[in-house]
């Protein structure tokens, strides 16, 4: 809920185009502009909390009406795995297929949540990666750390969903909390789009943690 002096910010946000969105937004677009990547041309949007100092990032393209079942994904930043190419995690791959799959669509949305490392920050996601080298799983490590396992919160990201008025989804994802979020602010989630990719030997480990641990989706764990 906003503060009281946030609360006529929020009252002065954009009115969403959904028609299944609440009636006012705790997200603003700021600015969009086109964005021709090695998938396709895009739309890169700018989104600001009106209620915290986060901002988001979304890449979509085509006609987005909330009557169509539209490919979605939320994605959390992962600075290593999708600029750096880390084979620790799965993370840009997931992220190219799922900007190729909406490239072929012709129409879909990805928004960028900018919390590195399921919200602990790129200090403290080294410092994890430091203990799982020392044998630690991604669970263990935050723990020894006093860290939250996950510490991210979805429903910002459904905001912008609305705004672009979105209503009936195909979410790309294997996280069960995300496909919860969803659905809790309001979308009718009409498909669980699978979106595993081949992961190389260094992430089986990770992706088992989070298979058993975090009860994500993966068939092609064992």
Do not use: W
């Not at 890169?44 to 986060?54: C, H, K």
């Not at 705004?163 to 996280?175: A, H, T």
């Amino acid at each position: 809920m906003a503060s009281c002096s946030n609360q006529a910010a929020v009252e002065k946000g954009r009115r969403p185009a959904s028609p299944c969105a609440p009636d006012t937004l705790t997200v603003e677009r700021v600015s969009v502009a086109k964005l021709p990547t090695a998938f396709g041309e895009f739309k890169i949007a700018g989104y600001r909390s009106l209620i915290s100092e986060e901002e988001f990032v979304c890449l979509f393209k085509g006609e987005l009406r909330a009557d169509v079942p539209t490919l979605v994904r939320i994605h959390s930043q992962c600075l290593t795995g999708d600029v750096f190419g880390s084979r620790k995690c799965d993370c840009g791959p997931q992220l190219h297929a799922a900007l190729e799959a909406i490239e072929r669509e012709g129409r879909g949305a990805v928004v960028y949540q900018l919390q590195e490392g399921r919200g602990i920050g790129i200090i403290n996601k080294i410092r994890a990666y430091a203990l799982q080298d020392e044998g630690a799983d991604t669970v263990e490590a935050n723990e020894r750390l006093g860290l939250a396992v996950d510490l991210r919160e979805y429903r910002q990201c459904a905001e912008i969903l609305f705004e672009l008025g979105l209503c009936r989804v195909r979410l790309m994802s294997n996280n069960p909390l995300k496909l919860r979020a969803l659905e809790e602010a309001g979308f009718q989630v009409v498909e669980r789009v699978r979106l595993e990719v081949e992961p190389a030997d260094a992430a089986v480990h990770y992706l088992r943690t989070k298979k058993e641990k975090l009860g994500h989706m993966l068939e092609s764990i064992e």
